[in-house]
């Protein structure tokens, strides 16, 4: 790790992961991030999923998809089948200063404290899950997103990280990702399945809502192709799916 990364910052969060290493030390963190996800059965991911996002849409009529449901309930649930309390609020933010390209702000630091100190202090582990954790945030909700706005339009779904930024020796280098949307290789996703359950379940929650008149928007980032603003209705009386 470079000496000026201070321990517990999102600097640090980035030197500790997999996902921005290489050689020997990808192969050791990404072998952490598969044995936090080994036992975590994507069946039940499902499940509770579903069941979450029945909790939290219940009595509303009109559903903010992006900000209510796509990343908490993924994140809520992944956290809770890795052993760790609802720490959605906080994995939010640190997601979104993850990038190196990205600077992170006080907020996000704050919120990595307390990831950290709930994941068990610093520490490779430590980073791994987070880095589980922050690598499900934005790629599912895109999953959940893009196939809602499909699903309710007719369009096809389309995939959410168009590219993938690495670090290799100390400069951002951009590997398109087109037809492959998990990656591929030895950086492949170790999440997929488990992505895919996640989705799974929230967009079978889901399935009494339709697209309301306020115009869906578009994260603006090149590399990511997802709502950024998602407004669904319900259609049918509560209680019906869920
Ligand atoms: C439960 C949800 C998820 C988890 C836990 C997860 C976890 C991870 C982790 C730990 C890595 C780093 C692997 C490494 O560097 O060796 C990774 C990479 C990746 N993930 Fe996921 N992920 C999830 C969802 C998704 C989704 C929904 C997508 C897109 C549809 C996605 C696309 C990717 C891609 C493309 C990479 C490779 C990045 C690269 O090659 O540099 N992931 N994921």
Same mark, same amino acid.
């Given at each position: 790790m470079p000496d000026e990364v201070t321990p517990g910052s999102i600097a640090w969060l980035r030197a500790s992961v997999a996902r921005f290493s290489n050689g020997p030390d990808h192969v050791r963190r990404r072998a952490l991030a598969v044995d936090a996800l080994a036992p975590v059965d994507a069946d039940s991911l499902q499940h509770k999923a579903f069941e979450r996002t029945c909790r939290l849409t219940a009595g509303l009529d009109v559903v903010d998809v992006m900000a209510t449901i796509a990343r908490p309930v993924p994140v809520g649930v992944l956290a809770e089948a890795l052993g760790l309390p609802d720490v959605s609020a906080d994995v939010v933010p640190v997601a979104a200063a993850y990038h190196p390209h990205v600077t992170p702000d006080a907020a996000a630091e704050a919120a990595l404290g307390r990831l950290i100190a709930a994941c068990g202090g610093p520490g490779e582990r430590t980073a791994a899950r987070i880095g589980l954790l922050v690598q499900a945030c934005d790629a599912t909700a895109g999953l959940i997103g893009n196939r809602l706005f499909a699903s309710l339009t007719g369009k096809p779904a389309e995939q959410p990280v168009l590219a993938t930024r690495r670090r290799i020796g100390g400069e951002d280098v951009t590997v398109p990702l087109t037809g492959t949307p998990f990656g591929a @290789? $030895?950086?492949?996703? $170790? @999440?997929s399945r488990h992505a895919e359950a996640l989705a799974t379940g929230v967009l079978e929650a889901l399935r009494g809502f339709r697209l309301t008149e306020r115009e869906t928007t578009w994260v603006a980032a090149p590399n990511l192709r997802m709502p950024a603003v998602l407004q669904v209705a319900r259609s049918r009386p509560a209680g019906g799916l869920c």
């Open positions: @290789g $030895p950086r492949a996703c $170790p @999440g």
